[in-house]
Nanobody, 120 residues
């Protein structure tokens, strides 16, 4: 069974950093490498929104304005893992963060989410 498992969420003070991971299970390295991936987030009472996207080519990235310059999306295809490095965190970054696989031959796949809380 193919699934995405996020980890790395935590309570962090404003200005701090976190690195989120999203491990793909039940998929081959070749299939994973061909799959574009994204990070989304959903704050309490708000809609889920895109944070960053990375294509199958590891240098094809784009970011929403609030993430640009502070967050870095990356992937290790050999390890079938997606990352989100978040620096200079702000209280408004508090949310559940989800990874999504843009499956080429089927419905998109979401992870279960990991909680990030930025508070002093």
């Amino acid at each position: 069974q193919v699934q995405l498992v996020e980890s790395g969420g935590d309570l962090v003070q404003p200005g701090g950093s976190l690195r989120l991971s999203c491990a793909a299970q039940g998929v081959t390295v070749v299939s994973y490498a061909m799959t574009p991936m994204s990070w989304y987030r959903q704050a309490p009472g708000k809609e889920r929104v895109l944070v960053a996207h990375i294509g199958s080519a590891e240098d094809a990235t784009n970011y929403e304005a609030f993430a640009n310059g502070r967050f870095t999306i990356s992937r290790n295809n050999a390890e079938k893992t997606l990352y989100l490095q978040m620096n200079s965190l702000k209280p408004e970054d508090t949310a559940v963060y989800y990874c999504k696989a843009h499956v080429l031959s089927g419905p998109d796949l979401w992870g279960q989410g990991t909680q990030v809380t930025v508070s002093s």
